[in-house]
């Protein structure tokens, strides 16, 4: 989705129009000018990690309606994988075996948008990542230690438009999610859209996390009136407990929201006491809609306030020490940054400048701190840890660096001396991401600009372009953009971690594989029926499967269990059976488990997918397909002749390892 | 000729002073500490493989290297293709042998430090010496059996060969490297502690004269 509305898109031109001529004036390698030339040899040189080395730091990229996460590194900027989290991947066999098709669930798409690594006392703690599906109301988590999805929470019930999130508290207690659309409650109700203001609703969901295993579940939720809930983020330090989020549709508009959710000055946005929700749920104060608790905030005062916004806001982040939040003024060209102590100060003292449905508005005047004159189109606020703010201006297509409070009282008279810096980027960038920035300590350091459009700034690939993402150094006065790579839809905003921040296992240990289907050696291997079913179990290993030939017939269902029984580095399997709609990929220890229906007869190779060996063309086998009629009796293991003369590794002598009558039992598990 | 035989008895009738006997208690203790240290290492390296592949022999058993010991899987891996079989502990009968012999060699030593008989000392360093050569020997046998007892049948057939006790070569992609590691110097250390305790005491008198 693109996050902005359509009258946009037409300043959006006008805007990379101006950053291209301001990108003219730039010198140029072709300029022959020592001074260009110099500072490309400097740009180059900071971007560049030569063969063999390694980069500093992951970037996790959001995939967007890709459904996936792109992991890179920082500084080469250098896409190294990509983790599939919603949308199948047959690179990685992901939503091919039985475990991740169950993950994905119904769905074959998400909408990745805001990834959250996890946090302990306000750092990363390195142990997950977790992003949200916009699209189907999900929340997943992938665990760092093998980069792998482990976990997809949802569609969240009463919750519809998941876009405000995955937020991460300080020590990972919840992840903080929060309704983009809005739609009558229950979720399966119908209403009329006319009665959008009366019977639609949003939500503000605690995903509780467990402290230990990860797992999520669906804590609480706080009802809200149908604002349309943007982004938000977590506070720390002294706005501990606290969270926060922008909407753009205080108007409730239930049609044409390009212009009639654009009619208010100001949007509400949502100040949250999550600790006090959780305390309040704790106190019997909720009501229960499938399953989950809910808050009536009208009904359990302390748990939400709302803040009048400069118009029609986009980002709401904290800064580092947990003092500021900074809102992205996106149609009016100023970032408003609230003070959360006045804001503490406002609820004790009750200044509030109205209400709405029974929720206090606290008095802006008395919250906010100023409004910051950053250009056009402010979306995202980032922090270098070191007093700086960083803004993504989209309709300017530039990121506007300034000095965050507190500032004099010069300063604050003119608040356009604490804009210092202004670098173009290419073009009209969405968000941006400054390392750590949403930490109590961020790296600082880099500085990577998301940008909706590259607008042939690449090799000409057709009608459908890629994003632009611009690497920018942030350790100097001034910003300077040191490379520029392209990406598949569509980075919404990334994480950026220290790559010694993980120590991500390159082998599932043999000791760790509890599926109970599991084998490790050949002898184990081979097929039995019962009625329609068979099952096999098989090994994998360099440069054979065992068995390399299995026997059914139409109507059968065929599950096999395959154990990749390598233990070293990359040394990958894929099981691809030809005709059959399947590609399983196997890491090294790992067993996954295919089932296929059989409905055509005939004789079907299956072959290694994952390049493995010098002879992996060899790695191969043939599924027998016998007409429905064929008679195989039950129970009786069919015996490969071809596993006879399988030689085992561990074989003395050319002995067979296998004996024909060595064929085991598969467990009824 | 009587006066050398009569030297010779007398010399192997030496009773050691207290130096030799410090040495050979010192001598009974490393040669104990052995059986904990690699004896030989070999060491592959592959353009695949830049930190290599590790396989470390001890007296009492065969070691990977690498995360859980899997170089030693990986090696038999790789060799599965040239048809050679796989190196597995359980095929070195004289692992059974050597914790026990180095045993031996420790009581032995200690013997020879209480009773403080040269004889006993030069009987201990010609058993050692000799079961030294005779390992190094069974050592070069198990090398040459693996790298001559190759399945015809493998995919890639390769000349029978011997992979090098000592030294390195080029094998195919591998360099492998083949070296004696912690015990073995050790065991040296133990044999010139040997040669050291009848040294000192060469002029030592005769006991029981
Ligand atoms: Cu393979």
Redesign the pocket.
Known sequence: MKMIPKSLMTLAGVGACAAFLAGCGKPSSGSGSAGADAEITKNAVASYVPPGEKDEYYLFYSGGHSGQVFVAGIPSMRHITTIPVFSPYPGMGYGFDEKTKKLLGDYTWGDVHHPGLSQTKGDYDGRWLFVNDNANNRVARIDLRDFKTKEILGPIPNSMGNHGSSFVTENTEYILVATRFSVPLPKGTVADLEDYESKFNGMVSGIKVDPESGKMSVGWQILTPPFDWDLGSTGKGPSSGWAFWTSYNTEMAHDQLETNASQLDRDLAAVVNWRAAEQAVKDGKATEMNGVPILDPAKVPGVLYYVGIAKSPHGMDVDPTGEWIVAGGKLQPTTTVLNFAKIQKAIADEDFEGEFRGVPILNHDSVVEGEVPVGLGPLHTQYDGLGNAYTSLFIDSQVAKWKMPPWTDAEKKDLNSVVLDKIPVHYSIGHLVVAGSDTMHPYGKWLVAMNKLSKGRHLSVGPSQPEDSELIDITGQKMRTVYESFTEPEPHFAQILKADAIKPIEVYPKAENTDPNAIWTAEEAGQVRKGNEVVAKMT????R?VPDRLEAKVGDTLTVHITNIEQSSD????FGLVENNMNVVLDPGETRTLKVKLTKPGVYPYY??????AL?QE?QGYLVVRNADAVIPDDEPVNPASLEAVPDTNAVDGEPAVPATSMPEVPKS | MTTLLDREYSFFHKSLNMWSRLILLLAAVIVAAAVFFPLWKLHLIAPQYADGLDMQIYAYKIEGGGLNGNDLDEINLLNHYIGMKSIEQADFSEMQILPFMFGVFFLLAMRAAVFGEMKAVVDLFMVASYFGVFSIGAFYYRLYSYGHNLDPTAPMPTEPFTPLIFGTQKIANFTQSSYPELGTYLLWVFMALLLAAIWFSRRAKVSGL
């Not at chain 1, 994998?540 to 440069?543: D, H, M, T």
């Not at chain 1, 290694?608 to 060996?613: D, E, G, I, K, Y």
């Open positions: 994998a290993i360099r440069s499967f040394m990958i399997h894929g290694c997918t994952n390049f493995c060996s992996h790695m």
